[in-house]
Structures are given as structure tokens and as C-alpha cells.
């Protein structure tokens, strides 16, 4: 079981991290280029001190506003108890769409272990109307028992996504022993939940976009300089490639000096995704820089199942206003 919470403590401290990027009292910049960053400091600067007050006030009511109306619409949400995976000796059954004050949204699970070995049972991909999201879900279950289980739906990328109904929940369940052993890998499962007919897939793709190339784009939407670790750079990723996609930064500089980019995304095909490429404040402060001048890289793509590279992107230089 210490793997089962080491897991949990991992994917939780991830989501922790998320939600305070996002608490920052000064607002993220939008994603500019560099041309479009020079010209807009003279605007920002005589921006009125009664002007921001007024702007931040706005922002709370609508960030409560928006928080109570999540709440509300999710309370309603239902799905019916079905069978997800019922393979090799392992069954999992969705019995009910839960919601916890501090986890958030879940889906309650009955998790079967009908065979004579130990088994952990976990996602290798979630993805809640057409948005990879991040699971808080690993169990295990021991040869011949069963175990009451919650999936939870991170919060923060929820909102992240903007997603205030969740009205479909795909699922990639796998399953593996004590010696890292896999009983099955990948099993694909889809909840309807009542919320169905009625949510928005519409993309948030407003940005700028800095990849577009072999069915998959990128599109740079905001730098927080005032994140939880660091800076955060806030991309959107939609794939429409034919294949499951894994992006990667890599050559990353912030006004010339080379950072440490911690960034990963799997986009599956035909879905999108919206993660942050994250700069610890120490590699920042170790180098000087105090607020974001220009910033360059370059991506890397890969097919996620076989690893093979399906291009490295020429390098892409932005910045902030």
C-alpha cells in the first residue's frame, strides 16, 4: 500500500502546484512576440493604481462567481453504474460521480481483483470532454478482494481547461504485479455522464501560436512569473495527427541564459491539452533575471507509444506583456 500513497501524494502535490499558480496576486502576461513585448511597456506603465484595484476587485467576484456556478453545475452531475474493464481476472465497475469539497470531482469505482496475484490497478491516460486531465487514482488490490476506490478529476486542470461540466470521461485502465509485471495495458473505457449532451468542447486556444506542423499545435496562451515554483508558461496543445503525441522542450533559454524546462505533455489523437512548462525561481534567481524579456526553445515530438521522433521544431522565440 506505501506505493499506492506515494503515488497519491506525488499526483496531489502536482495539482497543489497547479492551483497555486493560478493564486498569484499579480496576473499572468498574455504570450506575445518579442516585437509586440517592446511596444507595450510604455502602455503598461501608465496604468492607473485605482485601475488595477478596481480590475483585481473585478477578477475576485468573477473568480467566486465562477467557483460557485463549477460547484453547483458539477453537485448535479450523474452517470449511471456500469462495467468499465472486465479483462483477465480484473473488473471495475463505475458505481457513482462524486464530489469532495477538498478532492473535487470524482468517479467512485469498485475495483475487482478475481485472481490469485496482487495487482495495481491505475490510468495510463484520463481525459474528461476531449482534454488529457490528470488522475489521483492508483489502487491495490490484493489476489481475490475487492476495493472501494475514487477517481479524482484534478481540479485545477478542470479549470485549467475550462471545463465547469464534465460531461464525458474516457479512460485507459492498466494493471500490474509486484514486479512491475503487466497484466494489461491501455484498456479503453468512456463514461457518459448526464452532463453529456450539454457540455462545451470548444477549444481555448486564444494565443500565440508556435507550432503548427504534422497535425499537431501549440499555442503559447500566458507566462506567470509569480507561479507556485517559479515561472509558468501556459501552452495548449491540440492533435490531430493520427497518433497518440508526447511534446518535450528542449534548448530552452529566458533573455539568453539556459534554463531547465519541466515540461512533459501527451496529447492521444484528436484530443488537446493545456499544461505549463514550469522555471524554478532558483535557476532564475541564480541568474539575474527578474522579470521575463525573451524567452526561446524548441519542441519535441514523439509518437507515445513506440518513441519514435516525429520532428524537432526550428527554435521559437516570444515573450510577455
Given at each position: 500500500?506505501?506505493?499506492?500513497?506515494?503515488?497519491?501524494?506525488?499526483?496531489?502535490?502536482m495539482?497543489l502546484?497547479?492551483?497555486?499558480?493560478?493564486?498569484?496576486?499579480?496576473?499572468?502576461?498574455?504570450?506575445?512576440?518579442t516585437?509586440?513585448a517592446?511596444?507595450?511597456?510604455?502602455s503598461?506603465?501608465?496604468?492607473?493604481?485605482?485601475d488595477?484595484?478596481?480590475t483585481?476587485?473585478?477578477?475576485?467576484?468573477?473568480?467566486?462567481a465562477?467557483?460557485?456556478?463549477?460547484s453547483?453545475?458539477?453537485?448535479?452531475?450523474t452517470?449511471?453504474?456500469?462495467?468499465?474493464?472486465?479483462q483477465?481476472?480484473?473488473?471495475?465497475t463505475?458505481?457513482d460521480?462524486?464530489?469532495?469539497?477538498?478532492?473535487?470531482d470524482?468517479?467512485?469505482?469498485?475495483?475487482?481483483?478475481?485472481?490469485?496475484?496482487?495487482?495495481?490497478?491505475?490510468c495510463?491516460?484520463?481525459i474528461?470532454?476531449?482534454?488529457?486531465?490528470t488522475?489521483?487514482?492508483?489502487?491495490?488490490?490484493?489476489a481475490?478482494k475487492?476495493?472501494?476506490e475514487?477517481?479524482?478529476?484534478?481540479s485545477?486542470?478542470?479549470?485549467?481547461?475550462?471545463?465547469t461540466?464534465?460531461?464525458k470521461i474516457?479512460?485507459?485502465?492498466?494493471?500490474?504485479?509486484?514486479?512491475?509485471?503487466?497484466?494489461?495495458?491501455?484498456?479503453y473505457?468512456?463514461?457518459?455522464?448526464?452532463?453529456?449532451?450539454?457540455?462545451d468542447?470548444?477549444p481555448?486556444?486564444?494565443?500565440?501560436?508556435?507550432?503548427?506542423?504534422n497535425?499537431?499545435?501549440?499555442v503559447?496562451?500566458?507566462?506567470?512569473?509569480?507561479?507556485?515554483?517559479?515561472?509558468?508558461?501556459l501552452?495548449?496543445?491540440?492533435?490531430?495527427?493520427?497518433?497518440?503525441v508526447g511534446i518535450?522542450?528542449?534548448?530552452?533559454?529566458?533573455n539568453?541564459?539556459?534554463?531547465t524546462?519541466y515540461?512533459?505533455?501527451?496529447?492521444?489523437?484528436?484530443?488537446?491539452s493545456?499544461?505549463?512548462?514550469?522555471?524554478?525561481s532558483s535557476?532564475?534567481?541564480?541568474?539575474?533575471?527578474?522579470?521575463?524579456e525573451?524567452?526561446?526553445?524548441?519542441?519535441?515530438l514523439?509518437n507515445?507509444d513506440?518513441?519514435e521522433?516525429i520532428?524537432?521544431?526550428?527554435t521559437?522565440?516570444?515573450s510577455?506583456?
Amino acid at each position: 500500500m506505501k506505493r499506492k500513497y506515494w503515488l497519491l501524494a506525488i499526483l496531489l502535490g502536482m495539482s497543489l502546484a497547479v492551483s497555486g499558480c493560478s493564486s498569484s496576486s499579480e496576473e499572468p502576461k498574455e504570450v506575445v512576440s518579442t516585437e509586440e513585448a517592446g511596444t507595450s511597456e510604455a502602455s503598461e506603465e501608465v496604468e492607473s493604481a485605482e485601475d488595477t484595484a478596481e480590475t483585481e476587485t473585478q477578477e475576485t467576484d468573477d473568480e467566486e462567481a465562477e467557483t460557485e456556478e463549477t460547484s453547483e453545475t458539477n453537485a448535479a452531475v450523474t452517470i449511471e453504474e456500469q462495467v468499465l474493464v472486465d479483462q483477465d481476472g480484473i473488473k471495475i465497475t463505475a458505481m457513482d460521480y462524486v464530489t469532495d469539497g477538498f478532492m473535487g470531482d470524482g468517479v467512485k469505482l469498485l475495483v475487482e481483483n478475481n485472481t490469485d496475484t496482487d495487482y495495481t490497478i491505475g490510468c495510463d491516460a484520463l481525459i474528461v470532454n476531449d482534454y488529457m486531465i490528470t488522475d489521483l487514482f492508483v489502487c491495490d488490490v490484493a489476489a481475490g478482494k475487492k476495493s472501494n476506490e475514487v477517481m479524482y478529476l484534478s481540479s485545477a486542470a478542470l479549470k485549467a481547461a475550462g471545463i465547469t461540466n464534465v460531461g464525458k470521461i474516457e479512460m485507459y485502465f492498466h494493471a500490474y504485479d509486484a514486479d512491475w509485471t503487466n497484466l494489461f495495458q491501455k484498456v479503453y473505457s468512456e463514461i457518459q455522464t448526464s452532463a453529456y449532451d450539454s457540455m462545451d468542447t470548444t477549444p481555448d486556444d486564444t494565443g500565440m501560436e508556435l507550432y503548427s506542423e504534422n497535425g499537431i499545435r501549440i499555442v503559447g496562451k500566458t507566462v506567470d512569473e509569480n507561479s507556485f515554483w517559479g515561472t509558468a508558461i501556459l501552452l495548449y496543445c491540440e492533435n490531430t495527427s493520427g497518433q497518440n503525441v508526447g511534446i518535450s522542450v528542449e534548448n530552452m533559454s529566458i533573455n539568453g541564459f539556459m534554463m531547465t524546462p519541466y515540461y512533459t505533455a501527451e496529447v492521444y489523437d484528436g484530443k488537446k491539452s493545456i499544461d505549463e512548462i514550469t522555471i524554478l525561481s532558483s535557476e532564475l534567481q541564480d541568474n539575474g533575471i527578474e522579470s521575463i524579456e525573451e524567452v526561446e526553445l524548441k519542441f519535441h515530438l514523439y509518437n507515445v507509444d513506440t518513441y519514435e521522433t516525429i520532428a524537432d521544431s526550428d527554435t521559437i522565440t516570444f515573450s510577455a506583456k
